[in-house]
């Protein structure tokens, strides 16, 4: 089993809850528009694997030390991670021929700022998108997920709300 925190749009802004709230989670993956590599190299001071892929404001030392896209196997689980996905219904302009050839069983994008867990039942597939973690763009909320995955199962999801972006 592996616990597993998910954040996404941070827009270079680091939050010491980030650190509190992934405590002993085995990886962390974020879901793009980091902002600054500095985001990446702190959240790898929190758990022994981050996984972290580059968004649409993401330049520079980002774009080259993250990939648009990421495919990987988690405790038996494919698990597809990119920036921009959309999510099951309204999927981002070609991607259902992708996720069709990956056939991953977990999605992680960002991008809309909108916390959103979903399941496609067309292609087996769990949706996630933990909102935005930073306070840069149109939330309300600020969010982070949590979930552990056990024999390729992804269980005990938990969303964590670190408050409004404006205060």
Not at 21 to 46: M, P, S
Not at 76 to 97: C, D, E, K, S, W
Not at 121 to 147: E, K, S
Request: glycine content about 10%; aromatic content about 6%; some cysteine.
């Amino acid at each position: 089993m592996k616990k597993i925190g998910i954040l996404s749009d941070t827009h270079s802004t680091w939050d010491d809850r980030y650190a509190l709230h992934f405590a002993g989670c085995d990886e962390i993956w974020h879901a793009g528009d980091i902002g600054c590599i500095d985001i990446v190299e702190q959240l790898r001071n929190v758990a022994p694997v981050v996984r972290a892929v580059s968004g649409n404001i993401d330049s520079g030392v980002v774009r080259r030390s993250c990939p648009e896209e990421m495919v990987f196997d988690c405790e038996g689980l494919t698990v597809m991670l990119r920036h921009i996905g959309g999510y099951p219904g309204r999927y981002a302009p070609g991607l259902l021929p992708h996720l069709r050839q990956v056939r991953p069983r977990l999605m992680v994008c960002g991008h809309s700022h909108i916390l959103k867990v979903m399941y496609d039942n067309r292609l087996d597939l769990l949706h996630i998108n933990p909102g935005a973690a930073g306070t840069a763009g149109w939330q309300t909320r600020r969010t982070l997920v949590r979930l552990e995955i056990d024999n390729a199962t992804p269980g005990n999801l938990e969303v964590i709300e670190l408050g409004n972006p404006k205060l």
